[in-house]
Structure formats: C-alpha cells, structure tokens
C-alpha cells in the first residue's frame, strides 16, 4: 500500500473519530488492487469443480475417461482418489452430534445438493479444465429430495435423521405466564433463503513450497489465523508449515473465508501435484455452492398485559441449513435464540430451534445472522401486539424496552459461546431521536393526505439490537522504523470495511503520529501468531483496542526514552506528528520518533533496556460481547397495480459506542441497507420440487441496484460507549442490515392497510398483489 | 479446443499483440494477455457491469464480447485513467466521497461514468441513477457513487478538464 502526500500538508494525527480519507481506495481506483483472480504463479494449474446436477442421488459411476484424454489435462479427482481426506471439520468447537453431517471434499457415494463438488479437473488453462470437465459424466441414481424444513424429518444416513440437533434456551415460568397473560399473540413467519453474495466470486490458490516445506493458501479470508490452525490440523501439518495469505477482499459478509471443498482441494492438489493450483468461482458456482442462510420459519408467541406489555416469549422455528452443516455449526440458529428478545425487556422466554437439513446448499452466517431473521419475528409481534390491543406502534415498543438504568443487563441467554449481558444503551433515547428526526407525527398527516388521493403509502419501524466484538483476546505489534514510519502488525482481517484506516486512526491518535504514515497489516499468518480475524462485527472492538494497546506502550517506551534524552520528566512529553517535545515549548529541543528507534536499535544496552528497536506488542481480552442498537424507520408506497413496493425513505440510526470514522460507519450502514433490502424485497434462492435451484444468474436472483436503494439517512448516535473497552467502541459492520427486513414489513402493512399482512420475505409483488386483491374483494363484499 | 490467432488490442493508447483462441473473451484477454488486471469479473453473463470497460466511447461489458471482435477499436480501462500520478477527477472522488469499499466493483463504475459523462457532461439526478443502476455494488449502497459521480461530473465541466 503506497500513500499518496495529499495536497493539504496539515498533518493528520489527531483523526480518531474524523471522517478522514481511507488508505485504502488509491490502487483500487487506479485498478491496481490485487484480487486472488489477479495473482499468478509460474508454471500453475487450474482447477475446475464438476458439480452434481442431482439434489439426491447415490453415485454410481463416475466416468473421466474421455475428460482425461482432453487437452491440456493434468489430472482428475474423484473421492475415491483422496479417500484418505477427512470430512471438513467445524471452526470452532461444536456439538458431538453434528459431526456426521459435515461435507466432504468430493461427494463419496451419495449427492445431496445440486453444485456439490463430485470430480476437479486440472488443466494447464481455466478455458481446458473447464471444457474437460464438461466431458466427466456421472451416473446418479435419484432419491427423492427433501426440501422442506418444516416437514417430517427424513433420513440423512442410515440411523441418522436429517434433525442433528435441537437448540432451546429460556428462562422463567412459561405456562404460567400465559396462563395469566391478559391476551395471547400468535404469529406464523418465515424468512427466504438469501445471502452475502459478494461482488467478488471466491477463489483460492494452493501452492506448495517444497524447498522449505511449506503450504500457501492465497486469497485467504475473513479469519485467515483460525484457518491456518483447521488447516494444519486437517492436513496433519505444524502450523508453522501452513500459511495463508490474505489479498484483497472483494466483500465478505460472513460467506467469504470460511473453508470451502475448494479450499482444501487446491491445497491438496498442489501438494501432490507438485504445481500451484488456481480456481477461480464462476457466478453460477457461487449462487449454488457458498453459502446461503436466512431461511427459517418460526411460530412465536407472545403473553402480554393490557398495556402491550411482554410478560413471556416464546419461539419455535425450523431452521433451513441445507445439506451439510459446514464450518460453522448450528451458529446461526443459536444466535438467533439467543438474541431474539432484542432490547425489550422480557421476563419470561423460550426459544427452540430444529435445526434441520434438507437438500439444498449448504448455509451458514450472512451479515446480522440470527438478527436479520430474528428482528423480522420479534418486530412483527410487537406490531401484532400494538394492533391486536389497539395502541400506537411506537407506545408499545417504548413500554417494552429495557431501561438505560438497568444497564448492565443480564439476559440470561447465551450467544457465541458466552453469556449475554448487555453492555450499555440509552434504547428509548434513541427512539425518541430517531422519530423526531424522521418527522414520524407529521408524516402520519402527509400519508393520510396521500392516503385521501389513492396512494398505498405507509411509514413502518423496527427497533434492533446486534452484538460485537466477539473476544476472546487479539494481539497487536507496532513498530517505529528510522525513518518515523509505523508498522501495525495484526491478526485482523479486511474485507473491504476499511479496516485499514480504521487501525491506522487509533495508532496514530495514541501515538502521535499521521496516519497516512502507518502501513497496517492483516491476513498474513507469516507475521503474527494469534489472532481471529474479521467476523462478528469484531475487528474494530478487538483489533483496535489491542492496537489501542500496542501504540500505548510504544509511546510510553518512546517518552521514557526521550526523557532521558531530553532531560525532561516523561510526563511534561508529548509526541505531536511523530516529534517528541516538551508539551507548550515547541522550540525547544526535540526528538523525533524515528531517531528514537535508531537509538533503540538491538545492541547491548538494549539486553539492559529489556526491549529491541521502538516496537511493542499490544493485547486486549473479552469475555464479553458489546452490544450496538438503534432504530429503522422507512416510508414507503405500494403500487396498487403491479404490487411493487417503492422505498421513498428510509434511516437508520445506529449507536455504535463511538465512532472511530462515521463516514466509515455511515458507509457500513447504507450498505447493510442495500443488502437488508435485498432480502425483504427481492433476493431469494429458489428451488423447485425436484430440488434444482431456480436462481443461478443475477436475472434470477435480484440484487438492489441504484434504483432500488434510497438515499438512506443515518444518524450515527455515540449515546452509550461500550463500558467494556477502553476506547469504548462498538460494532458498526450489522446495524444496517438488521432491522430492514422488519422496518419493510411494518411499513408495507402499514400502506395497504392490513395490520399483520406481511408474514414473510421477500414481499414480492405477487405475494402483495394477492393481498391488494383480497382486500378488494373483501371490501367489495362488506359495501354490497 | 481451436487454434490460436493473432491478436490486437489498442488499450490506452497501446497496441498490443498476442496469440490467443477465438473464444477468448476480452475481459480474460485483458486480464491475462496484457496483464491489465483492473478489469474485473463479477458475472460473466453482463448483469453485473463489473467488467465494464470504454470501446470507441461506448460503455461495454468486456465479459460478453471476444477479444478478436474488439480489434481495431479504441479501449480504456481503469489502468487509463490517471495520468502518471494524478489521478482522474472521478477517481478523486471516488476516495473523497468514500464511494468504494471492497473495491471491486469500483473499475466497472469508474469506467461507465467516464464514458457516459463524455457523452453527457451534465445528466440530470434521474439520468444519473439511470447510468448507474446499470452496474452493481454489494458493499456502498450506491449513495455515495452517485455523490462522487455527480462532484466529479461538476468539476469536470468547470474546469480542470482532463
């Protein structure tokens, strides 16, 4: 990464919590980024995946022998060429009882979705590997599919039912609250099947160094130090002799950089191939064979007294995961449970969730998992609620929502791994701010004007809690070199969210320094040895209060130094663009930060010193998560004629702690709109009975374009720092996404009149039709 | 699998000249061929515009076209943009109005506003959500690509012309 002098020459060291430029975007709008699809080894092959066209079938032949003959053909796999590979093991550790649905890297005798890996071909150019493999034939004997989460199990294996698990937390007396509840609320809602789909297919690139013995997977991602670890103990390696490389990241959002067949393949391949291995995923690959997630049906429940207020919750909901359960186990289904009651206040709560496979692609997290789906059900029922007992939306959510004062929270609920307990939050603050801001009481005039002339228009809400900073600890190292520039070594990860400027503004704001001076690195197992990575709406909380640590004790071990230097007790220091001074006497002698690591460089007096050049190691530990909220509020109007929804307005308002960047956090926050959209609109994997999937192209599966995104306001709210971490951050990276989905639903419901109409997502025009017609005919009944 | 043929590009003032199969599409011909790897491929089946580069001033997707129907036109990709070190106005705006965030969509759009606003300097706020709904973004949300497009379509009408 070079940085370019900007013309303005006023340096920039005081930017935590400026909207400063990123360090990131000079080569990428020069073109110069460096994608895995971009890298090239000499002398490489490429990889090419035959995928089942089957949902369900057991294999009986697979026949290679023409593809073999093709040109420019290496070699072809099928599993019975690397039987000795294991099953593709979990991330983390998780229960004993989904070990036996775990993916293969080819399929052995059994096919189970339609894009499941059952041959590669190896081919001296992407154009040869993929018309051989083309000619690679298998005969697959159909079974029926079982495409329905919420029918009767079937059979995954013999003895093993395709339910692995069933997930259920809660607390209090359940029978008894809605034994004594003044009404009862009752919902049925489902969530579709959609997911990150990133710009940037996967891609990956096996390359074995035989000279020192060491394995590479480029184009790693997301938690590229945990993979190393599941690599190395997959491939039975030292995990010094397995390195992965992170490159540029074209988008995340939870589906890139967990490990795939692919993954494991090209590394394999390279091993015993004897040449890097490159594959590239196609589109249509990728809309069949990365994950997917969302898809759950859930039968909630509410007891509630005669004021709107929750006495008890309770939830049941099949969870659709697809056909293998992947590396990150029942996650999504657990946080969903786990996080369901959001930041109401709810006494009494069960949540069960039948975690079920069926014969589609696998799924796992997509941005805000188990928040997305979870949001949409408890919002519903809070509008439900409001409806049924004939109060403001808005009224019930506040009578509902946990007090600032009860901060810490305790939820008695687990998420990840730990125990929920909310950090901090002004909840009914930023509701308040949120409807003053979006004019709620004025627009209910405007719409009912609109509503005078015909228009389906319609304001909705939905209230979100997310979670982040997933611990449990990260470790930093910055380094001064001679000539004042800064290294921040860590064990982040980038995805494009800006992690990069957003670490290199905590540096220099410690330090002292500009922050165009600082090189962050991320993703190279080679330069640190712990670290997690870019999930959970981690990296800013963990990283950069381990960065935080880092640059503090470098300044500390810089001032001790230049004390003696500049005969000046260390706290009468400051260290102002790299130059150490006396605070308020900038003419007097100075010191800068890179003569200081010239004169701390190795010899004996620093064996006596205890410390080897200017550079420090920085740590930050978790036991807890933060817990980011806010508000979204959205406008919007519904063409009678063809049932599409148009979104007039639409904000989010995010408390994020604080902000290291709000042009940062705003950017993340109208891209988690976009996607949210997606979701509650438009975007869905389709399958048909016979379990082929029905969105393969982007003509099939609809992403948001620029006329579908509003212009999405944000207010960017810093009410509650997190008490957890010292610079008291939290995530910005799902708040955006969370609440759409049931922001949409309340105000679609809210335009065609029909409180409780919208059940589930996407709401397609047709489905919206349907109601528009029903109501017609209805209200033509009741008027004749 | 078929013969190689002679090719020849002119990409940014350039010509270059490779042996490559007739179905070589131009965007992997780009990529691989004249090592100009700013082009990217998001779909290869002209949805997502990713791809897109200028072609005698029109905006086309490099993913749907072979290299061999591309001889004899004139094509700009990312890599033309900058001159030396000083970046394109709309690249400036780009990083200014934080309109990229992974960045890989970011040549595809660079490209379809450069070509269309030679053909249309000043396009109204509808024309312009037009242009850009021709492409797609996972990461922005599209907000501040329109803001950069329309700073960048302002500077370059009133002065600094490139």
Known sequence: MSIQAAPSQRKETKVFGKRVPRLEDLPLVKGLGRFVADLSFPHQLYMRVVRSPIAHGTITRIDADEARKAPGVVAIWTHADIASY?????????????????????????????GEPIAVVFAESAYLAEDAADLVFAEIDELPPHMDAQAD???????????????????????????????????????????????????????????????????????????????????????????????????????????????????????????????????????????????????????????????????????????????????????????????YHVPVYQGIGHFRLTNKTPAATYRSPGRYEGSFVRERLVDAIAAKLGLDRIEVRRRNLIPSADMPYTRQLGALGTEVVLDSGDYAGLLQTSIDRFGWDELQKTIRVRRAQGEFVGAGIAMFLEKSGMGPSDSVTVSVDPMGFVEVVTGGASVGQGFETAMAQICAETLGVDYRRIRVVHGQTDRIRFGIGAHASRATVMTGNAVHAAATNVRDLALKHASVLLQAPAELLDIVDGIVARKGSPS?????????????????????????????????????????????????????????????????????????????????????????????????FRYSDTGQPLSLNFAEYLIPTAHEVPDVEVIVAEDAPSPLNPLGIKGAGEGGCTGVG??????????????????????????????????RDNSNGDST | MTDEVDISLSVNGRTYRFKAEPRRTLADALREDCGLTGTHLGCEHGVCGTCTVSMDGQPVRACLMFAVQAQGAKIVTVEGLASGSELHPLQKAFIEHHALQCGFCTPGFLMLAWTELAKNPNPSDEELTDILSSNLCRCTGYKNIFSAVKAAANEMRNGAPK
């Open chain 1, 86 to 114: 294991p099953l593709i093991d979990f991330r983390d550790p998780s229960a004993e009882a989904l070990m036996p649905y775990r993916q293969p890297l080819l399929a052995k005798d059994r096919v189970r979705y339609v």
């Open chain 1, 153 to 343: 199990c079937a059979s995954f294996a013999p003895g093993i039912s395709t339910e692995p698990i069933v997930l259920k937390q809660g607390f209090g007396d359940l029978p008894g609250a809605f034994a004594n509840a003044h009404c009862v609320v009752e919902l049925e809602l489902s969530i579709g099947r959609h997911s990150g789909v990133p710009m940037e297919c996967r891609g990956a690139i096996g390359r074995y160094d035989a000279a020192q013995d060491v394995l590479e997977l480029w184009g790693a991602a997301k938690v590229p130090l945990r993979n190393r670890e599941t690599m190395a103990r997959y491939f039975q390696r030292s995990s010094a002799s397995v390195q992965l490389y992170e490159l540029h990241v074209g988008g995340g959002f939870g589906v890139r950089g967990e490990l795939y067949p692919e993954d494991f393949l090209v590394c394999a391949a390279s091993m015993t191939l004897g040449r890097p291995v490159k594959w590239i995923e196609d589109r249509r690959e990728h809309l069949m064979a990365t994950n997917q997630s969302r898809e759950q049906y859930h039968r909630v429940r509410a007891a509630v007294d005669q004021t709107g207020r929750i006495l008890a919750l309770s939830d049941v909901f099949f969870h659709d995961q697809g056909a293998y359960v992947r590396t990150h186990g029942a996650r999504v289904a657990d946080l969903t449970i786990g996080m369901l009651p959001g930041p």
């Open chain 1, 588 to 684: 007097g002698p100075t010191i800068s930060l890179g003569q200081l690591s010239r004169q701390l460089s190795p010899g004996p007096e620093a064996i006596a010193r205890g410390t080897n050049g200017l550079s420090c190691e920085g740590w930050f530990y978790a036991d807890h998560m933060t817990y980011p909220y806010g508000v979204h509020l959205a406008l919007v109007r519904v063409d009678g004629e063809t049932g599409q929804v148009f979104v007039e307005r639409y904000m989010v308002a995010s408390d994020v702690g604080r902000a290291v960047n709000p042009m940062i956090v705003e950017g993340q926050v109208v891209g988690g709109v976009a996607q949210g959209l997606g979701g509650a609109l438009y975007e869905q």
């Open chain 1, 742 to 775: 049931a922001a949409i639903a309340s105000a679609v419901d809210d335009a065609i009149g029909i409180p409780g109409a919208i059940t589930s997502l996407p709401i397609t025009p047709a489905k919206l039709k349907a109601l528009l017609k029903n109501r």
